[in-house]
């Protein structure tokens, strides 16, 4: 089963903040979407995607995956971070087991065939230690993969990656998300990767968070990133960010009496 997701309204001050992070925060995510979050630091996308996964509760407004409020975290709905967070004192397959231990699912050999799916079939009894930064990131992937989730969480974890591993771990991901038929969201800065893995991007301006946007990528997978429809998608995903945000970001610093001015002029 794959997650159907509703973001129904959501609006989010943290305790102690006047200003409000998120306003007015909606949208439907279908079952196997692959969707992008992008904006600037600080629009509150990983705010959001944290309320995805159960470890925040929005002040206003709630999270329903396949017609159930989120109010906790779940196996069937797993994040990866920025960074792997791997137990130093485990070796990778007992790291990529962990999830189903804590789950209490039995394993059959789902970790063995998720480690090969990852291409570390070969390092199962090696100390994580030893590992590149990259082969840790796919020993969270794993990890994540192992409790058979409806829905897959990207907050950023490719970030700290050099640029050829980080291609090539994003490309990895869009694979196995699409021959699982996960519904997956992700976080992040980089319109290329936005482009690489999505199906669809929500754009997202800042003070207070918003979605002022949102394009189809409308591209086959494999997606090939040196061909001209790549390149043309990325450089229209970027003209509409820039158009979107800026708009968003001007509208927001002009004084009430102008906005007003410009509300009764329309």
């Not at 925060?25 to 995607?49: D, M, Q, V, Y």
């Not at 990259?134 to 829905?151: C, I, K, W």
């Not at 997202?204 to 043309?232: D, H």
Request: hydrophobic share 40%.
């Amino acid at each position: 089963m794959t997650a159907n997701v509703s973001i129904d309204y959501i609006n989010h001050t943290y305790k102690g903040q006047v200003e409000p992070t998120l306003v007015d925060i909606a949208a439907n995510i279908e079952p196997g979407e692959k969707l992008a979050l992008i904006g600037r630091s600080g629009c509150g996308k990983s705010t959001l995607l944290h309320m995805l996964a159960g470890l925040l509760i929005p002040t206003e407004g709630c999270v329903r995956i396949n017609g159930h409020q989120v109010i906790k975290p779940s196996a069937k709905w797993n994040m990866m971070f920025q960074k792997p967070s791997l137990y130093p004192w485990m070796n990778v397959r007992q790291n990529a087991q962990l999830g189903l231990d804590l789950a209490g699912i039995k394993d059959d050999g789902k970790v063995d065939e998720l480690l090969e799916l990852v291409g570390l079939s070969d390092k199962s009894e090696a100390s994580v230690q030893s590992l590149s930064g990259g082969q840790q990131q796919r020993v969270a992937l794993a990890r994540s993969l192992a409790t058979t989730p409806e829905l897959l969480l990207l907050d950023e974890p490719f970030s700290a990656l050099d640029a050829f591993t980080r291609s090539a771990l994003q490309d990895e991901v869009a694979r196995i998300t699409h021959q699982q038929k996960l519904t997956m969201v992700m976080v992040t800065h980089d319109i290329e990767e936005a482009v690489a893995m999505a199906d669809r991007v929500l754009i997202m301006s800042a003070n207070p968070g918003r979605i002022v946007g949102e394009m189809k990528v409308e591209l086959p997978y494999p997606r090939e990133r040196a061909s001209q429809q790549f390149s043309k998608t990325r450089e229209d995903l970027m003209k509409q960010f820039d158009s979107l945000v800026g708009n968003a970001s001007q509208a927001e610093s002009e004084p009430e009496s102008e906005k007003k001015s410009d509300r009764e002029a329309a």
